[in-house]
């Protein structure tokens, strides 16, 4: 089985203060990890993604991840956040190691970024 | 590209009604995912298909829901008889799978449907 664990409901931060978005993962082999980003009424926008390679993805709208395998963690961030980043934050993973394609979603993060 | 396209945006039917729901692919991706999205249970998988073919449907919640992929282009969701409880924002994503493939899926912007 595979699990996505998003630990807080809501983030909170300053415009121009960095900002990190926790997740962390559970799978029984090689994971793809994602992460998407919904605004209100919209679907979801695909953001960034680890497949192999270096630990470090970068994505739209100068977001960034870290690949930790030994803290199967995958927590995304974003040096200075803007107002317009506000929305609700997902993480999602696929078991690499088989063919399933669906994505396993975390409960998702609401970042809310203050003026 | 015009994206996934979903019909329709909003749907209010009442209990015991048939409801579809309907999903057009981006061009060339070849996986289709629905995906249904409510407060108590988040995003969850319905079922999905691979070149047409269902490959996945253990999150179909039972034997009211059924999915169909007649061609590449098109895709529908049924409900038959509807339920309140079937009230949620249903999504459709599709993806390009396979050798090459990039894995990430893209989504459409959503059905709400509400049952009364």
Known sequence: ?115 | DAGVIQSPRHEVTEMGQEVTLRCKPISGHNSLFWYRQTMMRGLELLIYFNNNVPIDDSGMPEDRFSAKMPNASFSTLKIQPSEPRDSAVYFCASSRSGTGGAYEQYFGPGTRLTVT
């Not at chain 1, 990890?33 to 390679?53: A, D, E, H, M, S």
């Not at chain 1, 970068?58 to 803007?82: C, M, R, V």
Request: proline letters at 5%; aromatic letters at 14%; one cysteine or more.
């Open chain 1, 1 to 115: 089985a595979q699990s996505v664990a998003q630990p807080e409901d809501q983030v909170n931060v300053a415009e121009g203060n960095p900002l990190t978005v926790k997740c962390t993962y559970s799978v029984s082999g090689n994971p793809y990890l994602f992460w998407y980003v919904q605004y209100p009424n919209r679907g979801l926008q695909f953001l960034l993604k680890y497949i192999t390679g270096d630990n470090l993805v970068k994505g739209s709208y100068g977001f960034e991840a870290e690949f930790n395998k030994s803290q199967t963690s995958f927590h995304l961030k974003k040096p200075s956040a803007l107002v317009s980043d506000s929305a609700l934050y997902f993480c999602a993973v696929i078991l690499g190691d088989t063919g399933r394609r669906a994505l396993t979603f975390g409960s998702g993060t609401r970042l809310q970024v203050q003026p």
